[in-house]
């Protein structure tokens, strides 16, 4: 009998032992990014292109309204011809306009693929050093607080740990 209790007294203390060796933490991406002058060059450059290219598109859907405009003042004066013809004008500048801004903002649009280009590598320069962390303080989990964590305690906030491996200060570059 002693045995058995004994037998379950280690079973518990393992399992409770074991439970408290496991290390978490967490990472607020957003804090770390914002804290990088890359980055905030690399948003700079995007934003200078996003800007340029609405402008540009803009300015396709302003034709294509001056074309309806001016097609709407003249349409009692044109035959069914020449009204036809307008027409398909006014519907191929108003395709054309779309389909810039389709080709620009889009899913699969030049936007899209800047962005990827320019903030992937240092997204992945960031998450190395996330692993590098984890590795050396031997955390079993480290979540992403910019990703929907409903509580985390301060005292496992990783962010500025990882800001110290990319050689960064906190409060050093933030906006």
């Known amino acids: 009998m002693k045995r058995l209790l004994l037998t379950i007294v280690l079973i518990v203390s393992f399992g409770v032992f074991a439970a408290h060796a496991q290390k978490i933490g967490y990472v607020d991406t957003e804090y770390v990014l914002k804290h990088m002058p890359e980055y905030s060059a690399a948003q700079k450059q995007i934003n200078s292109l996003s800007e340029q290219w609405q402008k540009e598109i803009d300015q396709k859907f ?5 074309l309806y405009k001016a097609y709407q003042s003249e349409q009692m004066l044109l035959t069914d011809a020449m ?4 027409e398909e ?10 389909d810039l801004q389709k080709a620009k903002f889009g899913p699969e649009g030049e936007l899209f693929s800047k962005q ?5 590598p240092i997204q992945d320069k960031v998450y190395k050093a996330i692993e590098q962390i984890a590795e050396e ?5 480290i979540f992403d607080k910019s990703n929907g964590m409903l509580y985390s305690s301060p005292r496992f906030d990783k962010s500025n740990d990882v800001l110290a491996k990319l050689g960064l200060k906190p409060g050093e570059f933030a906006k």
Do not use: P
């Not at 302003?62 to 001056?66: G, H, K, L, M, Q």
């Not at 009204?83 to 307008?86: C, M």
């Open 62 to 66: 302003d034709e294509v309204d001056a």
């Open 89 to 98: 004008e006014i519907v191929k500048q108003e395709k054309d306009a779309k």
């Open 116 to 120: 990827k280009s320019l903030v992937k």
């Open 137 to 141: 303080g031997m955390y079993a989990i």
């Open 83 to 86: 009204r036809k013809k307008r």
